[in-house]
């Protein structure tokens, strides 16, 4: 029997979402030069390159390559491996187990992305990433609390950002 959601229910499993899209993108290539170590050196940072949490995901990520080679049984593995049926509660279903990444406006939004909290803030504040928020270091999105390293690196990568739009 369907329970009814209510809004602890709903708020609860949006921020569920927002984590697992979040954790997709970030990986264990997190620090090691895919995603943010890249701007850490003398690159000029450009927020429109970057998602909206400011991580780049891989080009090897397991879910985008499923999602162009329209791979069901790689979609059912990477599905898997991000946990989306027990962050969700949602069952595989090959036309929602996408992911296009989060800035591809011609592409429809897999369940992860759909419910990033993290996307839904950058998108409403009208910011192409989250280091040109003028919160983020007080920011408590669960992503960076349930990843406080990447949080402590995008912080980072804000100060450079601000040091190179003020020269």
């Not at 264990?28 to 890249?38: K, M, P, T």
């Not at 804000?158 to 190179?164: N, P």
């Given at each position: 029997m369907a329970s009814k959601i209510n809004r602890r229910n709903f708020f609860k499993k949006s921020t569920q979402a927002g984590m697992a899209c979040c954790a997709?993108?970030?990986?264990?290539?997190?620090?090691?030069?895919?995603?943010?170590?890249?701007?850490?050196g003398d690159e000029k940072i450009d927020p429109k390159k970057l998602n909206f949490c400011s991580y780049t995901c891989p080009a090897d990520c397991k879910f985008y390559i499923a999602t162009i080679e329209n791979d069901v049984a790689k979609k059912k593995e990477a599905y898997k491996l991000w946990d989306i049926k027990e962050r969700y509660d949602v069952d595989f279903d090959p036309e929602t187990a996408i992911c296009w990444r989060c800035k591809n406006p011609d592409k429809p939004k897999g369940v992860a992305v759909k419910h990033c909290t993290v996307r839904a803030c950058a998108i409403e504040k009208g910011y192409?990433?989250?280091?040109q928020c003028n919160t983020l270091t007080s920011c408590e999105k669960d992503l960076w609390t349930r990843f406080p390293d990447f949080y402590k690196a995008v912080k980072e990568m804000?100060?450079?950002?601000?040091?190179?739009i003020a020269s």
């Open positions: 997709m993108m970030l990986g264990s290539r997190l620090l090691a030069g895919n995603g943010i170590a890249n701007f850490l192409d990433a989250c280091i804000q100060v450079k950002y601000m040091e190179q």
